[in-house]
């Protein structure tokens, strides 16, 4: 045995195995008194917590059953309070012997905070003008052997709390409602679509071909047919297979994966929703993410006038519209439009400290020069549109502007919010930016696309005028709810195992 395996335990360290032991002892005579909590199957809730407290003079001297976990117990002799909490919140329960019975008093009097717990007694108001319940029955359901987090210092250390997500939710109630806001957000934007008469469908995870956008995919391999296949980047390309095939307006919200890092606005895991609709464009998008936007806000913040760290975003008003061109003139003051080819770009980024690849074209470089000096400065809602065609393998050309086609990014508090084009549907165009793709993979470009045969097929048989875009769920829900990282909206993030 090591040194260190016979180094004695700390009195800390002590005290937490003994109260450990100590539940489990407790369970031991449970069971051999043949009250094992985990032999029951189910009880029979009539209220929640806030159902009692908001209709308290409807509730008042009624019986109700309650179930929750037992957060706090004071004990004083032949009576005692404690506080049961449940999904919407916790309520006080006066417990006293000459109501429940002396021997159900008694096992209650060994209930640790953090048992499940059922409650059934009449609802009252104490002296103080708490809102109780006075129970005349109290029924252990589950038993807890962990300890809980100290009541007041919480558990606040992020790594924990990401990893025991389901202690987080029994110990800060904020996360448990940023989690049910993130219900509530998929729920209206279901609303919203349903109600203009798109239909919501699934697509393959595993696939052959991860294309629709730029990023490195995770590979796996099929056994039963023996043959690798990649996890889905996007949804673009199979949704885009369903307009061929004349569903006229699709969405899926699904979770996509994408090999890379992880910071406060990236999970290699995340949720993503695409949406396409025939004969309309980019333009059609937009009206529509800017309505939709302000309606997310309104039903799930009561507001448009939202709050995040310490910007007010006002989503009422008309969202800002800019070319890239634009925005870069008006923030780098450099103006693509007077620049000849890629090299005068690549010397004015030599110039302005930009760095790029010897890949890169010239609208490559003025999406670098975008991001070096814009989407800093792009905190209200914020329409970019019409980018170089080199960062745009699947969107249609711009008919008046060559070298750029029909896309936008809507930008809120400096973030890229959603991606949205006119979509490509000439198969022949289509081909040729596929090959375009191939080039950047040789050159060591691990984001790009490669051909994908049957999606062209499926142009072949002809796509209609189509609107796309696809909506960052997760940076959506950490907008309305103020969360500051990407982890915080997830309920179980992609974390480094412990024994690595």
């Not at 100590?22 to 209220?47: C, M, N, S, W």
């Not at 004990?75 to 919140?89: E, I, L, T, Y």
């Not at 987090?149 to 996360?175: A, C, S």
Request: charged letters at 30%; aromatic letters at 8%; one cysteine or more.
């Amino acid at each position: 045995m090591s040194e260190q395996n016979n180094k004695p335990q700390q009195p800390q360290e002590q005290d937490l195995n003994q109260l450990l032991k100590v539940r489990r002892e407790k369970l031991a005579a449970l069971q051999e008194a043949g009250k094992d909590p985990f032999q029951i199957t189910k009880y029979d809730v009539t209220h929640h917590s806030t159902d009692i407290k908001e209709n308290f003079e409807q509730l008042q001297g009624t019986t109700v059953r309650i179930a929750g976990r037992l957060m706090s117990k004071r004990v004083m002799g032949k009576a005692s309070f404690c506080n049961v909490q449940d999904k919407p919140g916790n309520i006080q329960v006066y417990v006293a012997r000459d109501s429940v019975g002396e021997e159900p008093y008694a096992d209650f009097k060994k209930f640790d905070v953090g048992d499940i717990v059922g409650i059934e007694g009449e609802v009252f108001e104490t002296k103080t003008g708490e809102k109780s319940i006075h129970a005349t029955v109290v029924i252990l359901l589950s038993k807890s052997l962990q300890i809980l987090p100290e009541k007041y210092h919480g558990l606040t250390n992020t790594d924990i709390r990401y990893r025991q997500r389901y202690t987080d939710l029994v110990m800060n109630p904020e996360v448990k409602d940023t989690f049910i806001k993130r219900s509530k957000i998929i729920s209206k934007i279901r609303q919203y679509l349903d109600a203009k008469d798109f239909m919501e469908v699934e697509t393959p995870m595993l696939v052959a071909n991860a294309g629709g956008a730029a990023a490195r995919p995770f590979v796996t391999h099929y056994n039963a047919l023996d043959e690798d296949v990649k996890l889905r980047i996007s949804l673009e390309l199979y949704l885009k297979r369903l307009i061929v095939g004349g569903l006229e307006r699709v969405y899926e919200i699904g979770r996509v994966f994408r090999n890379e890092g992880l910071d406060t606005r990236h999970n290699p895991e995340f949720t993503l929703m695409e949406l396409y609709q025939a004969y309309t464009d980019y333009h059609g998008m937009m009206d529509l993410t800017e309505d939709m936007f302000r309606y997310l806000a309104k039903e799930v913040c009561g507001t448009t006038t939202i709050t995040y760290g310490e910007h007010t975003i006002d989503l009422g008003k008309p969202f800002e519209r800019l070319t890239m061109i634009e925005a870069v003139k008006k923030y780098a003051g450099v103006d693509f439009d007077a620049i000849a080819d890629t090299a005068e770009a690549k010397k004015i980024a030599d110039e302005k400290g930009v760095h790029y690849e010897k890949r890169h074209e010239k609208g490559d470089i003025l999406n670098l020069f975008f991001e070096e000096f814009v989407e800093e400065h792009l905190i209200q809602p914020t329409f970019i549109m019409d980018h170089p065609i080199e960062i745009s393998p699947l969107t249609k050309k711009k008919p008046d502007k060559e070298g750029y086609v029909e896309r936008f990014e809507l930008f809120i508090n400096t973030w890229e919010m959603c991606n949205a084009y006119s979509e490509l549907n000439d198969p022949i165009d289509q081909r040729e930016r596929f090959k375009a793709q191939e080039a950047a993979l040789a050159a060591g470009d691990e984001e790009a696309n490669t051909t994908d045969e049957d999606f062209l097929n499926a142009l072949e048989i002809g796509m209609p005028p189509t609107g796309g875009i696809g909506y960052g769920i997760d940076r959506l829900v950490m907008l309305l709810t103020d969360s500051p990282a990407i982890r915080d909206v997830l309920l179980f993030p992609t974390m480094k195992s412990l024994d690595k």
